[in-house]
Structures are given as structure tokens and as C-alpha cells.
């Protein structure tokens, strides 16, 4: 790994500006600089630079100057051990291990496209470009989201990087960065050109606060409650609510009913009124898990014009790009359990004559209308579409003298498991159903900051045969529909570099998550509601290497450059390599040949020098 840590941060610093509008919008401001004046990487070397992205960025430039200058056309042939690339990932630092097909789809992207491109927010996605001797970056804050980024750097790839070697042969590389991030200079605007404005709107929240509030001190109060210290946190996660009224249903049973009016936030008429072609944005926080987020128009009285909504998850929406959207003038928009986070709405009118292409004249009235929508959530630690099934926070609990800073496990915050153990008896914990073969329990989790070059192991051991499935997320509750990651005993969801499902068998599931993401996950074990007389036990851990190197390497811990974010590595000994050290790279017996080819050739070159002399002896010996 590199050792030098020659990083100098320039300015990160807070810019204060008095802020003049004109017209809509007004100037992008500098609000963080880098500067990394030179980073050495030998040969198989890498390392990662964290970047933080402010929600209120509008654009971010990225000046990398290396030592190389290759010929475009010419990267296709050069071997992957000479190859260097930087790679941008969101979240969580890339892996280096690239497969070939990977490659040869970024190195044909580079040739047409010549820089990263839009990333699109594909937070499971590296976008990588290889060095060259000057290269700059421009991304707006619609082509990249704000939030954590990591820039990687490699220099040689495949499996041979983590290989332990007497000589490294190669060439060592340098690359310097430079990277300045502008933003817009109050948060009521917002935009890659500082010209879009977010309106501001009123929010309750529950009968325990009597007056309205500005959405945003809702949001400032509520992250005050959450963000304190983690045990209150965990605490605080799902038990938030428990004062409102639970809601009874027509049966004898007591069932647990979504919260109403959890957070209202409501825009009357007067202050939504749009002309044909205008767009209005506003922004909701979700803090915690939540069941379901729903927008409803009223009183809008046009008959020609529909009311188009638009959601995105952490960026401004556009027409053309969202992630929801809905005409509400005829129906609510209802997104189902959405993710922790910040939700950008865009409000818009449309001709309903020019939606169906039979006018071409817009209608260049105002139209006004009231809107409302609603963040709605489960009580007393319950959680799915119904608020039946059980749900947990889990507590961290660091490990005794950690190999790395953040090993750690997870166990409920419950009286039934002990914080001396890092398993916990399942059973106990498990959703019952008398109306369905199967039930769901969750387990929350938060991953602290700084350790996103971690991985999440998660082990599920019982004396009689599994019948359960395992579904991750990150920021939401997972579902049949909807997860990240999914295991069974038997199968697993494949594509991802970052999960492996492995050496399970009849009674014994063993997965892992690498380099988890900062923030809360979910865990949904989907598992018979005929609870067995059986004894399964649980674990989930924070953990360095993936299986201790398999034994065929150490584990060692690092710092990315900017000295904020642990990773961990595998060295691996000179028979193998790959991310885990479980690819052989020589067989015993061509280790076997390894050596005598090395002592061959020692000899080989030592030969002529010592006949050379042992001839001068003799010559100085023989009269």
C-alpha cells in the first residue's frame, strides 16, 4: 500500500457570502478545495481519496496530472498488471479486482467518451477512467448525487495485486489531484447554475408539537434527536413514535395500523400557483424507516390541464429524469417504503390536449392549487405493509483489542440477548402469523462513520434444516420486490463484486456485504411463521477481511488519504491472490519450478563472475 500521506487540504473551510439575487438565480460559489500534491503508487499499488459532496453543490472539477501519456488507441493492448485507473464510486471505496469484460467496456467507453460521463447516481457502479498526463472532470450536481464519494487509485490490476513477491517488477506511477467543489450560496437554491429555487413549506408533526414549523427546523430538530450519541439514536430509531395512538381495526385481535399524520406537510393555494411551463420545487427528509410517503392535490379545478409530479431520490428531478412520477391531479403519488434520505418534489402543469398531441396552443393562465403529503410509519417496533411483523434496532458493540479500528458485532437492544455474546438465540425474536406460512422480522443496523471499508458478515446457524431467506437494503425496508442483497441457502443474488454467499449448507447460512456503506442498513429474514422446536442462532459482525485472507494472507488495515475512512486488505503469500487470497496463482508444483528456475538463473548470472575470479587468482598465483 502507499505509505506516504502527503495530502494537503486546501480550504475546507465554510464560504460566507452576502447573497444578492438576480433574476432567478444567482452565482455558484467555491465551498471546498483538495489538493493532493503528489501520490506515489509502485507497482500492484493502490489507495482512495475520500470526497464529500454538500447537499447544496452544483458542480464539482477533478484535475488529475500523472506521469503517463498513452496513446488512446493504444490502452486496448497494453497488459492489465501496466494498467493504471482512477475510479469514482458513491458511498463506498471500489474494488480493485476488475473483471476482463468490465475493463474492455471501460476502455472502449473511455475512447468514445474520454472522461467518466454522467454516473447517473449508479451507486453500485465504479465509474473508472485509465491515467493520462492531464485530465479534467466537470460533474453538475445532476450528473452526480451529493453525499460520500471515493476516488481510487490503481496501478496494476487482476488478481496479482495482493500477491506477496521477492521482486516487484514494474514501474512506479505518480498522480497528483486538484478538485474544487462549488455550491449554491443559500440552501433556497439549488442546481447545477444556482437558478433553481426550493420553495419552503409548512410541516406538523403529531400532536406532541402544537405549532407548525418550517420543514427545514423539522428536519434540523429531528437529526438533533437522532444524531447525539449512537445508543440514543438506536434507541430513538423505531420508538420515536410511540406516543401517538395505536388505531384498532374491526376484529377481536389487537392489530398494529400505519401512523397517521405522522409528518404533514401542506402548501395551501396561495402559494402554489403555476403558469403553463413554470416547475416548483420543494424537498422532504425522511429520518427514519418509513411505511409509506403519499402527495395529494386538492382543489385544483382545471379540467384541461393535468398536474404533474416528479420524485427524486437526493437530486433535483427533471422532466426527462426521476425516479417517480404521477399526474395527482386524478390520483395521490404513493411511493412505498422510501429511503432514508432527502426527497426532491417537482411540481408542473401540463395541457392535457398537448399531452395527447391534438393542440399545439399552451394554456398560459395560472392555475393554483393546495397540496399535502405525508411520511407515514409503524409503532412499537413494528415494520412491513401491514405493521404486523417485528422489528429490531440492533446495538454495536466493539470488539476487545480489534485486530482493525472498526471490528465490531450487532445484538439487539433487548433484555433476551446478552452484550457478552456476539450471537444471540433467534427464535426469540421472530414474528408470529397466524394467517400466512410465512412472516418477516427485521434487524436495523447502523454502519458508523468512517468504517465504509468494512464488511458486513451475517451467520445464521441452527440444529435442524434452514428454511429461511435473508434480504438486505441500504436506507429502506427490504421486501420481496425490493432489496439489495438477497440470500437463501441454496442461492443468492449474483452480479455484485460486493456480496458473496459462501460454504452454506442444510443448517448454516454465511454471507457477507464488502466495503458496506456508511448509515443504516436493514436485514429481512423472510422465515416460516410456524415457529419449529428448534434452536438457531444469529450473528452479524463489522470485520476487516473477508475469512481472514482464507488463511493464505494477513489482514492489514489502512487510512484513505484524507485520513477519514479505515480499509482493510489482504497480502497474500506468493501462491496466491485475488481480494480474499483464495486465487491460486501458482500450483505447488509450479512454485516447485518457480524456484529452481530462480536458482538457475542466480547461478547463471553468478557463474561468469566467479570464473572471472577465480581465473584472476590463478594468474596472480602462478609465477
Known amino acids: 500500500m502507499a505509505t506516504a500521506r502527503t495530502v494537503v487540504w486546501w480550504a475546507v473551510a465554510l464560504v460566507v457570502v452576502w447573497w444578492k439575487a438576480v433574476g432567478c438565480g444567482a452565482q455558484p460559489v467555491v465551498v471546498a478545495s483538495y489538493g493532493q500534491p503528489r501520490l506515489w503508487l509502485k507497482p500492484y499499488d493502490w489507495s482512495y481519496l475520500r470526497v464529500e459532496l454538500p447537499a447544496s453543490f452544483s458542480s464539482v472539477t477533478m484535475d488529475f496530472a500523472t506521469d503517463i501519456d498513452i496513446q488512446r488507441e493504444h490502452l486496448k493492448d497494453l497488459p492489465r498488471r501496466e494498467l493504471a485507473i482512477i475510479c469514482l464510486m458513491n458511498s463506498n471505496p471500489p474494488i480493485p479486482d476488475i473483471s476482463d469484460s468490465f475493463l474492455d467496456t471501460l476502455l472502449s467507453n473511455f475512447l468514445a467518451v474520454g472522461s467518466f460521463g454522467s454516473t447517473n447516481n449508479q451507486s453500485n457502479l465504479a465509474q473508472c477512467i485509465p491515467f493520462q498526463k492531464n485530465t479534467t472532470i466537470v460533474l453538475r450536481n445532476d450528473q452526480i448525487s451529493p453525499g460520500i464519494w471515493y476516488i481510487g487509485y490503481f496501478n496494476g490490476l487482476g488478481p496479482a495485486r495482493t500477491q506477496s513477491k521477492m521482486i516487484s517488477r514494474g514501474r512506479a506511477r505518480s498522480v497528483s489531484t486538484s478538485i474544487t467543489i462549488e455550491g449554491c450560496p443559500t440552501s433556497a437554491l ?10 419552503t413549506i409548512s410541516c406538523s408533526q403529531s400532536s406532541r408539537y402544537s405549532k407548525s414549523r418550517n420543514l427545514i427546523d ?5 437529526r438533533k434527536s437522532l444524531n447525539t450519541r449512537e445508543h440514543k439514536r438506536h434507541i430513538n430509531f423505531l420508538s420515536q413514535w410511540n406516543h401517538l395512538d395505536e388505531k384498532g381495526v374491526g376484529s377481536n385481535s389487537t392489530t398494529y395500523m400505519r401512523m397517521e399524520n405522522s409528518i404533514t406537510c401542506a402548501i395551501s393555494n396561495d402559494s402554489l400557483c403555476l403558469r403553463h411551463g413554470d416547475i416548483k420545487f420543494y424537498f422532504l427528509d425522511v429520518v427514519n424507516i418509513a411505511l409509506q410517503f403519499e402527495i395529494t392535490a386538492m382543489n385544483f379545478g382545471s379540467s384541461q390541464k393535468s398536474l404533474i409530479c416528479y420524485l427524486r431520490y437526493n437530486v433535483l428531478p427533471q422532466r426527462d429524469l426521476h425516479d417517480y412520477s404521477g399526474d395527482i391531479s386524478s390520483a395521490p ?24 398531441s391534438t393542440a399545439s396552443a399552451p394554456l398560459l393562465d395560472t392555475t393554483c392549487v393546495s397540496l399535502e403529503w405525508q411520511v407515514t410509519g409503524c409503532l412499537n417496533g413494528k415494520a412491513g405493509t401491514n405493521c404486523s411483523w417485528e422489528a429490531y434496532v440492533l446495538q454495536r458493540v466493539p470488539k476487545r483489542s480489534p485486530s482493525v479500528p472498526f471490528e465490531s458485532y450487532y445484538v439487539p437492544t433487548d433484555e433476551r440477548a446478552s452484550l457478552q455474546n456476539s450471537h444471540f438465540s433467534l427464535e426469540q425474536f421472530l414474528s408470529n402469523s397466524s394467517n400466512e406460512s410465512f412472516a418477516w422480522t427485521y434487524f436495523f443496523l447502523d454502519i458508523p462513520h468512517g468504517s465504509a471499508g468494512a464488511l458486513i458478515h451475517v451467520q445464521i446457524k441452527s440444529d435442524k434444516e434452514l428454511n429461511y431467506e435473508l434480504y438486505s437494503k441500504y436506507g429502506g425496508l427490504p421486501s420481496n420486490d425490493s432489496w439489495d442483497y438477497y440470500a437463501s441457502r441454496t442461492s443468492s443474488s449474483t452480479g455484485s463484486i460486493f456480496f458473496s454467499l459462501q460454504n452454506s449448507t442444510n443448517t448454516d447460512m454465511d454471507l457477507s456485504i464488502f466495503y458496506a456503506k456508511e448509515g443504516t442498513w436493514c436485514f429481512g429474514l423472510k422465515h416460516p411463521s410456524d415457529k419449529e422446536n428448534s434452536q ?9 477481511c473477508h475469512r481472514n485472507c482464507n488463511q493464505k494472507g494477513v489482514c492489514h488495515s489502512s487510512i484513505d488519504e484524507s485520513g477519514l475512512t479505515f480499509y482493510s486488505f ?16 501458482v500450483s505447488p508444483n509450479g512454485h516447485i519450478w518457480q524456484s529452481v ?20 587468482v590463478y594468474f596472480h598465483l602462478v609465477p
Not at 417504503?337 to 402543469?349: D, F, K, L, M, Q
Not at 489482504?570 to 496463482?585: A, I, K, P, V, Y
Request: aromatic share 10%; charged share 20%.
Open 597 to 616: 528456475f530462480l536458482i538457475a538463473s542466480n547461478a547463471a548470472a553468478i557463474l561468469p563472475a566467479f570464473w572471472a575470479l577465480r581465473q584472476k
Open 333 to 356: 403519488l404513493v411511493l412505498n417504503v422510501p429511503n432514508i434520505g432527502r426527497w426532491y418534489i417537482a411540481i408542473e402543469t401540463v395541457n392535457k390536449a398537448q399531452m395527447n
Open 190 to 199: 439549488q442546481g447545477p447554475y444556482c437558478n433553481e429555487t426550493i420553495e
Open 570 to 585: 489482504c497480502t497474500c503469500d506468493r501462491d496466491h491472490g485475488g481480494f480474499d487470497c483464495n486465487e491460486e496463482l
Open 218 to 222: 423539522l428536519n434540523i430538530d429531528e
Open 536 to 544: 438457531t442462532y444469529m450473528s452479524i459482525s463489522l470485520q476487516g
